[in-house]
C-alpha cells in the first residue's frame, strides 16, 4: 500500500516543472560546454599526437608482465579518451533531451501561456514587466489565474502521470 507520504501530489510535480524551467538556461549552458569538451577530445583524438608524444613505448625491454595479453599505455590511455568521449555524448543527449521537452511542451500550449512561462521561468522577468508584455494584464490575474492555468497544461505535458492523481479534473460544485 503506498502512504501518502510516498505518494507524489499535483504540488510535487508542479515544483519539479518550475524547477525544471528556472534551470533551462543553466543546462543550456552546461550543453554548450560539454559540447566544447567532446569537441576537444574528439579534435586530439583524430590528430592523434595528443595522445602518443609522451607515451612511447618501448619495446627493447622485457617486462615482467603476462604475455597472452597485450596491452600498452598509449592504448589504455586511447580506450579511457574513448569511453569519456561516450559518456560526454550520453551526458549532453540527456541535457537536450530535458529541453527539448520543454521546448516541445511550451510549443503545444497556448501562445499567451507558453510566453507567460517562458519569460517568467527562463528570462526571469517580474510579473509587472510580463503583464506589461503580455498586453497590460494586472499581475494578480496573471499569478492567480493565467500562470496556474499554464503551469498546469505544462505539467501535463512533462509528467503525463499527473493524470492519474486528478490535475485536470474539474473541481466539484458546491
Known sequence: MVTNAAKKTVEDYQCQTIERLNRY?????????LNLDLEMLEQALANDTAYNNNMAVDYATVSGGKTNKVNSMVESEFMAVRANIQRLRRQIWELERHNR?????????????ARLLNMRYIKKLGWKEIGQRLGNYNEDHLRKNLHDKALKMLTGYLFP???NIGLFLKKAQD
Do not use: F, G
Open 25 to 33: 538556461q543553466e543546462v543550456a549552458v552546461t550543453i554548450e560546454m
Open 161 to 163: 502521470e499527473v493524470h
Open 101 to 113: 521537452q520543454i521546448d516541445k511542451a511550451l510549443a503545444n500550449m497556448p501562445l499567451i501561456y
